[in-house]
T-cell receptor
């Protein structure tokens, strides 16, 4: 069955600290992978995506993610978190012409 | 220059009423979606249309009826509203089969049923 898990429901980090949000997926075909961010009261905004090629992808706002096929993971990282990064983060997986499945989300709090 | 817009942003209504949410995208995408986000932030696809044709219809009560008058618009009509319909509804659009496959989301419509 197709699924996306985000093991951490909520993470709290101090401003300036590094961040890693975990994402694991189960998918039959070669997946397209996405990370979205949702600020309070807002819609979802794409941070980055992976289709093929280099397994380390760079996104907006200083985020990056690494695709590891052997671990079925697509973890999101940022070297130094800013207070404005506090939001809900969603990992998603899909295939071309197929629906996109979203993970349950990880809520990030940032301590000033 | 909003890419995906939804109206209204907030909708408060009573049980049993019928309501509609409208969505428009100006990105030239062929595919549009409706998602429901519950109180725990879980995001679940409801419908998907490609060029006005329904292609995804997840297990959604038939009180929910999407309508796509053209490929830039996808509206959601809900009959006989129930308390459990309270949620945030997101419209999205994309262009599957291209490098622009990611979904662009609207700002959401917060529906509260009392």
């Amino acid at each position: 069955a197709q699924s996306v898990t985000q093991p951490d429901i909520h993470i709290t980090v101090s401003e300036g600290a590094s961040l890693e949000l975990r994402c694991n997926y189960s998918y039959g075909a070669t997946p397209y992978l996405f990370w979205y961010v949702q600020s309070p009261g807002q819609g979802l905004q794409l941070l980055l995506k992976y289709f093929s090629g280099d397994t380390l992808v760079q996104g907006i706002k200083g985020f990056e993610a690494e695709f590891k096929r052997s671990q079925s993971s697509f973890n999101l990282r940022k070297p130094s978190v800013h207070w404005s990064d506090a939001a809900e983060y969603f990992c998603a997986v899909g295939a071309i012409y197929d629906k996109v499945i979203f993970g349950p989300g990880t809520s990030l709090s940032v301590i000033p | 220059d909003t890419a995906v817009s939804q109206t209204p942003k907030y909708l408060v209504t009573q049980m049993g009423n019928d309501k509609s949410i409208k969505c428009e995208q100006n990105l030239g995408h062929d595919t549009m979606y409706w998602y429901k986000q519950d109180s725990k932030k879980f995001l679940k696809i409801m419908f998907s249309y490609n060029n006005k044709e329904l292609i995804i219809n997840e297990t959604v009560p038939n009180r929910f009826s999407p309508k796509s008058p053209d490929k830039a618009h996808l509206n959601l009509h809900i009959n006989s509203l129930e308390l459990g319909d309270s949620a945030v509804y997101f419209c999205a659009s994309s262009r599957p089969g291209t490098a622009d496959y990611e979904q662009y989301f609207g700002p959401g419509t917060r529906l509260t049923v009392t």
